[in-house]
């Protein structure tokens, strides 16, 4: 992952291993935290300087994610169920 600003300038250069067993799906960024996820992991990093925060898997079911803008949700697609995951 590459983070840039809004000139251009490189910010930092994250690698992850979210790809590892799928495609990166999701990709977004929510409070202070850039997010990227496949089917079965998630993986936040700080948005200013690209460290990790935190990361998710699942082994048993496809995970879904979204935002609101100011909330991260995963849902497990298998099952239905939905979790908020932090995001400072």
């Known amino acids: 992952m ?4 809004h000139d251009g300038t490189r910010r930092w250069t994250r690698t992850t291993d979210v ?3 799928g495609t990166v799906e999701t990709h977004l960024r929510v409070g ?3 997010v990227v996820g496949s089917d079965h992991r ?9 460290r990790p925060r935190w990361s998710f898997e699942h082994d048993y079911s496809r995970l ?3 935002t609101d803008g100011e909330r991260l949700f995963v849902s497990f697609r298998d099952d ?6 932090p995001t400072v």
């Open 2 to 5: 590459d983070r840039f600003d």
């Open 19 to 21: 790809h590892i067993g």
């Open 32 to 34: 202070g935290l850039v």
């Open 42 to 50: 998630i993986r936040a990093l700080d948005a200013a300087d690209g």
């Open 64 to 66: 879904g994610t979204w």
């Open 80 to 85: 239905g169920g939905v979790a908020r995951l």
